[in-house]
């Protein structure tokens, strides 16, 4: 367990819909980190997030969006859903810079 | 562009046999390196990591990696494999321009046969 909780597991919508993922870091930890992993783009960098400001972007659509709250967790919206949105998506946290330890993630799966 | 190669996209091993996972990155400036594990199921857990110092670096589970900033490489070793290992392994690079954002090699999958 690496003190990062992400949910849900697993979500099953349909296309053109919106989702929200949730993750929490690990106590302490000021930086959460989202990636995508995809069966055809292995695992990619999608966003940053630093103290609730937004620290670096990747490879993230316009149709998603992120945010980190006061009390530091973070939210993932992935909105116009597609079928290529079908992915496990992770988040992570560290302290500043450091080692990023990885939540669980959660399995969208878009209909 | 930074990048991240890994050699073998399927290793299939017997127990006891010796393990060496391929990992070359493409970057100008200072790296921190990183492997970690997916076993199935279950999310990326940490091996091990580089930042400075002994290129020689020892991770859990027995696993070693070792950094030739020459060869821009960071090749993860285990002298002998258990079941156990079976799992998805990744490279990961860290550029220090780049903040904390990973980028990762296509993931090697292992299989240990019994």
């Known amino acids: 367990d690496s003190g990062v909780t992400q949910t849900p597991k697993h979500l099953i919508t349909a296309t053109g819909q919106r989702v929200t993922l949730r993750c929490s870091p690990r106590?302490?930890?000021?930086?959460v980190y989202w990636y995508q992993q995809s069966l055809d783009q292995g695992l990619q960098f999608l966003i940053q997030?630093?103290?609730?400001?937004?620290?670096a972007k990747g490879n993230i659509l316009e149709r998603f969006s992120a945010q980190q709250f006061p009390d530091l967790h973070s939210e993932l919206n992935l909105s116009s859903l597609e079928l290529g949105d079908s992915a496990l998506y992770f988040c992570?946290?560290?302290?500043?810079?450091?080692?990023?330890?990885f939540g669980p993630g959660t399995r969208l799966t878009v209909l | 562009a930074q990048s991240v190669s890994q050699h073998n996209h399927h290793v299939i091993l017997s127990e006891a046999a010796s393990l060496e996972l391929g990992c070359n990155y493409s970057?100008?400036?200072?790296?921190?390196l990183f492997w970690y594990v997916q076993y199935p199921g279950q999310h990326l857990q940490l091996l091990l990591k580089?930042?400075?110092?002994?290129?020689l670096v020892k991770g859990i589970k027995g696993f070693e990696a070792e950094f030739i900033k020459s060869k821009f490489s960071f090749n993860l070793r285990k002298p002998s494999v258990q079941w156990s290992d079976t799992a998805e392994y990744f490279c990961?690079?860290?550029?220090?321009?780049?903040?904390?954002?990973?980028?990762f090699g296509q993931g090697t999958t292992l299989q240990v046969k019994p």
């Open positions: 992570a946290s560290s302290v500043v810079e450091d080692t990023q330890y």
């Open positions: 106590s302490g930890d000021l930086s």
């Open positions: 997030y630093y103290n609730g400001e937004e620290r």
């Open positions: 970057y100008g400036g200072t790296v921190n």
């Open positions: 580089y930042f400075s110092g002994d290129p």
């Open positions: 990961a690079v860290r550029g220090s321009s780049n903040t904390g954002k990973l980028i």
